[in-house]
């Protein structure tokens, strides 16, 4: 599966800071989707590697309708490399917002906790192949400042 869409209600107990999800809850289900995302991809375990780049532009309310997609932007020998976008909105209809951005890294590990190869996947459409090169400068440039 190259990529995974989480729906569900922020809950109404989601403890909201000044009526709104906090953002690490928001960051929680980023890595949920992502590792189901890498998962399924590698058939088989996996360990959040990196998580960074997030970006918030709004907030989630308790009880907004949340929409968490994970795609794989490119793998290496045994991880893989996704985008994540988070949306949310009323559950009246109308169209869900952009919440916040980031990527993410899991490595496929064996029963030892050791790293394991997956499938390779590259980017073959233009859409495809800019998506791998901006998920590759955030990782890089997060990275870069550890």
């Known amino acids: 599966m190259q990529s995974i ?5 922020a809950p109404q107990g989601a403890q909201p800071q000044a ?3 906090a953002g690490g809850t928001v960051l929680r289900w980023v890595d949920e989707a992502g590792f189901a995302c890498a998962s399924a991809w590698a058939r088989g375990a996996c360990v ?3 998580v960074g780049g997030a970006h918030f532009v709004r907030p989630i309310r308790p009880g907004d309708l949340v929409e968490v997609h994970a795609r794989l932007a490119y793998t290496s020998d045994s991880s893989m490399c996704l985008a994540v976008e988070v949306r ?16 993410a890294v899991y490595t496929a590990v064996d029963a030892q906790e050791l790293p394991r190869p997956v499938d390779a996947w590259s980017p073959d459409t233009p859409g495809d ?3 791998a090169q901006r998920v590759k400068a955030h ?4 990275r870069a400042a550890q």
Not at 5 to 9: A, D
Not at 91 to 101: F, I, K, M, T
Not at 139 to 142: L, M, S
Request: proline share 3%; charged share 20%; net charge negative.
């Open 139 to 142: 990782i890089d440039a997060g």
């Open 88 to 103: 949310s909105g009323g559950v009246q209809g109308a169209p869900l917002e952009d919440v916040a951005h980031c990527v």
């Open 48 to 50: 959040t590697e990196f």
């Open 5 to 9: 869409t989480l729906r569900f209600l």
């Open 129 to 131: 192949i800019a998506l």
């Open 19 to 21: 009526g709104r999800v």
